[in-house]
């Protein structure tokens, strides 16, 4: 960050309360399951010469009662209008910011302190239509509707839970994460299941692909994964929900791919079961942020958009820090 914007958030970091508030009973019932950070996002854009307005729009954290609850959110942003906002088609909240004529970097900085629990299906987001349908890079017909076929799993005769385990194991078994190659990150179902190498982004594109072509609703989370104790981090992590016609539950299958040689029992537990060492940001994919972006949909969101005079931003990791503390 340049130092004029580091400068404007250690000021405010020095005015910032964290004091937070209650935290709710966690939904299985035990203390042990959960972690309380309070958790910041920092963002530093240098807005182009002869902008006459800079607009950003910064992903909030999720709040999914029993899995993650967020308490005493602040945003700031020196010098600029700020709206809180939440888009209609998934229900992500942002910070949109925007700033006429600027006359230097742009700081924004949202923080707050964040409850999560172990998740093992007890989230309360509601289930929609939308999570049976396409996106822009994964299909829900032609090659997903084959390997659903070829799977066995576009029959509704075959328990739901015995479907999605099914191409979960598919998934384990034929992709490894691999980033050391063109195409990677995308969340492209057809590099998932052609190239067979990936992210997080990638693995579940292609579980989620399948599981809508075999009639299954399913759901990607966009976020940041957190290391014990306090710590930073400037880059993402995603994973999956399934819906069993109860309740939506997890997956993250790149995050099994990486110990499944050495620890298989850990590898199955990432079915069905996550744990609390992550903060949600956003959900679905191709999105479009509110007020609607000049620039096209996002391929999704976690990191901060931002256009000048309408044109979008090409931006970088130097621009944008996570951290958080136990508290």
């Not at 052609?194 to 990638?202: F, L, Q």
């Amino acid at each position: 960050m340049t130092n004029r914007c580091c400068g404007l958030l250690l000021t405010l970091l020095l005015l910032a309360s964290c004091q937070s508030g209650p935290v709710s009973a966690p939904a299985n019932g035990s203390h042990d399951l959960l972690r309380r950070v309070r958790f910041i996002y920092e963002v530093c854009i240098p807005a182009p010469a002869g902008t006459r307005e800079l607009r950003v729009w910064v992903p909030l954290p999720l709040s999914d009662p029993g899995v993650q609850e967020v308490d005493d959110l602040r945003v700031f942003a020196p010098g600029a209008i700020v709206r809180q906002t939440r888009e209609s088609r998934h229900g992500n909240s942002m910070a949109f910011v925007t700033v006429r004529a600027p006359t230097g970097p742009l700081a924004v900085r949202w923080e707050a302190t964040i409850t999560r629990w172990e998740d093992s299906g007890q989230g309360m987001l509601p289930l929609s239509e939308r999570y049976l349908e396409a996106n822009r890079l994964v299909p829900v017909d032609g090659a997903a509707l084959d390997l659903a076929r070829k799977l066995g799993v576009d029959t509704a005769i075959t328990p739901v839970s015995t479907r999605a385990k099914t191409i979960y194991d598919d998934v384990l078994a034929a992709m490894k994460y691999d980033k050391k190659h063109e195409g990677w990150g995308r969340g492209s179902f057809e590099h998932a299941t052609t190239v067979c190498k990936g992210n997080c982004t990638d693995f579940h594109a292609r579980f989620i692909g399948t599981g809508r072509a075999a009639g299954i609703a399913s759901r990607f989370t966009m976020g940041v994964p957190m290391k014990p104790g306090p710590g930073t981090y400037n880059s993402y992590h995603c994973w999956a929900h399934w819906h069993d016609g109860a309740h939506w539950r997890p997956v993250d299958i790149s995050e099994a791919d990486k110990v499944v040689a050495e620890d298989p029992e850990t590898a199955e537990r990432f079915f069905g079961v996550l744990g609390r060492d992550r903060i949600g940001l956003s959900v679905g994919r191709d999105i479009v942020l509110s007020p609607p972006q000049e620039s096209g949909v996002l391929n999704y969101f976690v990191f901060p958009h931002a256009e000048a005079d309408g044109k979008s931003m090409k931006l970088d990791k130097s621009m944008w820090t996570f951290s958080w503390r136990d508290v």
